[in-house]
């Protein structure tokens, strides 16, 4: 009797680097990704309402004229800040024309901020569900890069930036590069939310510690329907992919101010100037504090699979609303209020056992491609351990660390 076959498991560092390009090749003649330029072209209208239909009854969509406006701006002329901003809105399509994805974002350059610093903020995406689990989610996520290095050749080239090495479009012209997304705090019982975090945190994202930075996104809806029923910010972490300095645990904190200014210029033209300044005010203050201690924010690594999923607990919506964010904030109010509190009342493990169930959907399917032989299975991304936070509900200061030299950039 022959023995049963036995499934083998395929390397990744087993493959030469053209056998890389052409697969990725192959897989990418499927779709093509597309830049909406001008709000007359025939796809903005389906690439908005996608969007819109996605985000816009969550209060987290811009109103259309305002999407218009970013498209009929001049990217060459500064805001009143000083910030150079290009609005990018892609759509991906099959071969036969059908869309597949929408993203939309902005890169952002100001070097009064940071002389060697471009933002490129992921607003919103979104996938068809026949393309969900495909490479073009990947592709969706980094091509505004693309976007970006452009942008800042053209903006060198007319004399209003200057470049560190603006004959090295490989090494981004010498300019930090940092991608920035906004993303719902994590909750077990949204699905969503634990997904897209774990989608993110395979794309070299981490996050910023709500401790230092409590970042809220401004009311986008109507004028007049924030003033009948109040002003109703939601709270949000800021992802980053700060490229080429994905293993540094710390980010500085004026690179931290510098990407929280203009993030919030972005929304200068459609939101309420005071609304929007108490909200960045709250952030700047808080970095700040921190700076009388510490010259660093810290950036919370997150998950990519069942091995590492305790990294959830410091990002668990209910603990962050408690400790970092004011009640003030209605969607605040609301969740501490709500089901969760009982839940953690009735069993103090309750989150623990929340997370471990997630970790056995997600071991439910095997995976059969690895990196490295000396690691096998799956990518190792191990941390250099922080030292524990205090379990108290500050919200301010940290106390420093005697253990720890007061070091900029920390590597994990």
């Known amino acids: ?41 025939p796809l903005f209208a389906p690439a908005y309402r996608a969007l819109w239909d996605a985000f816009g009854p969550a209060g987290e969509m811009e109103r259309e004229e305002a999407i218009r406006g970013h498209l009929r701006e001049d990217p060459f002329e500064p805001l009143p800040s000083g910030t150079f901003l290009r609005y990018f809105l892609v759509a991906a399509r099959d071969e036969h024309g059908n869309l597949l994805g929408v993203r939309d974002g902005s890169v952002f350059v100001n070097q009064s901020y940071a002389p060697d610093l471009c933002v490129v903020y992921l607003s919103h995406i979104y996938m068809f569900p026949e393309a969900r689990g495909t490479v073009l989610s990947y592709w969706m996520r980094i091509c505004p890069v693309d976007i970006a290095i452009q942008f800042m050749a053209e903006l060198h080239y007319r004399g209003l930036i200057r470049l560190p090495q603006p ?5 981004n012209f010498g300019m930090r590069v940092d991608l920035a997304a906004e993303m719902e705090y994590f909750s077990p019982e949204d699905r969503i939310s634990w997904q897209r975090i774990l989608f993110y945190g395979r794309g070299g994202f981490d996050a910023i510690n709500p401790r230092h930075f409590p970042y809220v996104q401004p009311d986008f809806r109507d004028p007049e329907e924030i003033r009948r029923t109040g002003h109703q ?12 300095r994905e293993r540094e645990a710390m980010m500085p904190i004026d690179e931290a101010s510098a990407l929280m200014r203009m993030i919030y210029d972005d929304f200068q033209d459609h939101c309420e100037s005071d609304l929007l300044q108490s909200s960045l005010q709250v952030v700047l203050n808080r970095l700040l504090e921190r700076e009388r ?68 959907q997600l071991e439910q ?17 191990q941390y250099v351990q922080l030292p524990p936070e205090s379990g108290e509900p500050e919200v301010t200061m940290e106390e420093p660390a005697p253990d720890v030299p007061d070091l900029m950039p920390r590597i994990r």
Not at 167 to 171: F, L, T, Y
Not at 311 to 326: A, D, H, Q, S
Not at 329 to 345: F, R
Request: net charge positive.
């Open 365 to 381: 399917r095997p995976h059969w491609v690895f990196p490295n032989r000396d690691r096998d299975w799956t990518f190792d991304d």
């Open 1 to 41: 009797m022959s023995s049963p076959a036995r499934r083998l498991r395929l390397c990744m560092k087993d493959l030469y680097h053209q056998d890389v390009w052409e697969m990725i090749e192959r897989e990418s003649r499927k779709f093509g990704i597309w830049e909406i330029s001008d709000e007359h072209d």
């Open 167 to 171: 004959d090295q479009p490989g090494r």
């Open 293 to 360: 201690t510490k010259n660093f924010v810290q950036l919370l690594p997150l998950p990519t699979g069942p091995k590492d999923l305790s990294r959830l607990r410091r990002l668990f919506r209910y603990k962050v609303y408690e400790r970092y964010y004011g009640r003030s904030i209605p969607e605040v109010a609301e969740v501490l209020s709500g089901p969760i509190k009982e839940e953690l009342a009735k069993d103090p493990h309750w989150l623990d056992k929340q997370i471990a169930a997630i970790g056995r």
């Open 233 to 244: 910010p939601l709270p949000f972490m800021i992802l980053v992919r700060r490229m080429g």
